[in-house]
């Protein structure tokens, strides 16, 4: 069973269908890169599975649970269990501005979580540690680069624990020479099996890292399979179409 099962999730703004019938697993410890143009959903899928936006129609499963069921949704605290075992990554950090870095990582587990002092600031050390921060633990946001921001907002996302990472585009908003350091952490997670559906267009990302890609366009999903299929052989039209664009 998928730790992740989506089916024939539906999504409109208005009379925009955003999400067509949408259906995929994710498997646990498996890495899921989603490619495609701009505007065909991917980031409005992606939020779905978090409940940061409802969809109309379709059923969302997270390790077995229900998160929505034919468009219908529970109540909210089975909501915000569900949702509690993932972590969400974005293209724009989503930082504290006021808070250091070392704040940012501990305000969730003091807060939410009512978790000890001692035991929330041993597991933000080491996360800094692990994103190679340690130095940066009382700088502030506006005191960081660009790539230094997003490993700080990835080591807050694992101070909570998930069982799932979800990355939105998170190299997007970033310098050339600043993606690669976001991209080594994510790899360090991919190696350590932590399960990841990433939005990106890091075509090379998605080669290397993943187990399987999906490639969507216009709302639904074209075309998946592993990065071999994909990217050497890829079946749709549209995708060729993409690929053939992403290497120009």
């Keep these: 069973m998928g730790i992740i099962e989506v089916s024939h999730l539906k999504k409109s703004y208005g009379s925009v269908e955003v999400l067509k019938q949408i259906s995929f697993d994710v ?24 409940h940061l936006e409802e969809v109309q129609g379709g059923s969302i499963r997270i390790a077995g649970q229900p998160l929505v069921q034919q468009g219908t949704y529970g109540k909210a605290q089975e909501i915000r269990d569900i949702t509690s075992r993932m972590g969400m990554v974005f293209q724009h950090f989503n930082l504290f501005p006021h808070l250091t870095v070392t704040q940012n990582l501990e305000l969730a587990p003091l807060q939410v979580k009512r978790e000890s002092a001692d035991a929330v600031r041993r597991r933000s050390t080491a996360l800094l540690a692990k994103v ?55 790899k360090q997670l991919a190696e350590e099996q932590m399960t990841m559906i990433v939005v990106t267009h890091e075509m090379g990302f998605a080669r290397e890292v993943a187990d399987r890609v999906l490639f969507m366009d216009g709302g639904e999903i074209i075309e998946q399979g592993t990065p071999e299929q994909l990217f050497t052989n890829p079946q749709s039209e549209r995708t060729r179409a993409f690929l053939n664009n992403s290497y120009a």
């Excluded at 498997?27 to 978090?50: C, D, F, H, Q, Y």
């Design 27 to 50: 498997n646990p410890n498996e890495v899921i890169a989603v490619i495609g143009p701009s505007g065909s959903g991917k980031s409005t899928m992606l939020r779905s599975l978090i």
């Design 132 to 186: 190679g921060l340690t130095e940066r633990a009382d700088a502030l946001p506006s005191q960081l680069s660009g790539g230094q921001k997003q490993r700080v907002a990835i080591a807050r996302a694992l101070m909570m624990n998930p069982d799932i990472l979800l990355f939105d585009e998170p190299t997007s908003a970033l310098d050339p020479e600043l993606t690669g350091e976001v991209l080594q952490v994510m």
